[in-house]
């Protein structure tokens, strides 16, 4: 569409179009660029986050605009309740997804998810005031003290 106006633009000014393709070229891409910014206000970047608790599948929407981040939407729905002792059962989860994005019509492919369970350990310490790097390499040197799996294969972040 904007190449068409571009045409007809270069037809109807013949300096325009006996001047070089590069100035065409030039104004075809400024105009891509100002649209795609204008785009990009009125149409901000949405990420979903997604937590699938023993409970209830969350999800928080959330958009980057102008700067600033702000959380949009956040939707909640409850699983059905199962035995701990058993193993986990995927489908009802599977099921209850489905169901939030049809009913609330989440059409972004940006996902944030989150590892649980046994997946993940964090500890709360107290250190002493220190540099970056001097706090990356006490967490290198003593994670093992507070970590119950080797340092090594795991991601450490903090």
Request: glycine letters at 4%.
């Amino acid at each position: 569409m904007l190449g068409l106006f571009l045409k007809k633009l270069c037809y109807k000014n013949p300096v325009i179009w006996r001047d070089s393709f590069i100035k065409i070229s030039l104004t075809y891409s400024v105009v891509f660029a100002i649209f795609t910014s204008m785009l990009s206000t009125f149409f901000p970047k949405k990420y979903l986050g997604l937590d699938i608790g023993n409970s209830a599948v969350k999800i928080a929407e959330v958009a980057g605009f102008r700067n600033r981040i702000a959380v949009t939407r956040l939707i909640k729905a409850q699983l059905p309740p199962q035995d701990p002792e058993q193993p986990r059962d995927m489908s009802p989860v599977a099921l209850t997804l489905q169901l939030m994005v049809q009913k609330h019509q989440l059409r972004d492919k940006r996902v944030c998810s989150n590892l649980s369970g046994a997946y993940v350990a964090s500890r709360l310490f107290t250190l002493p005031a220190m540099t970056h790097d001097e706090l990356l390499a006490y967490i290198r040197n003593h994670a093992y003290e507070y970590f119950p799996a080797s340092v090594n294969i795991n991601e450490v972040e903090f």
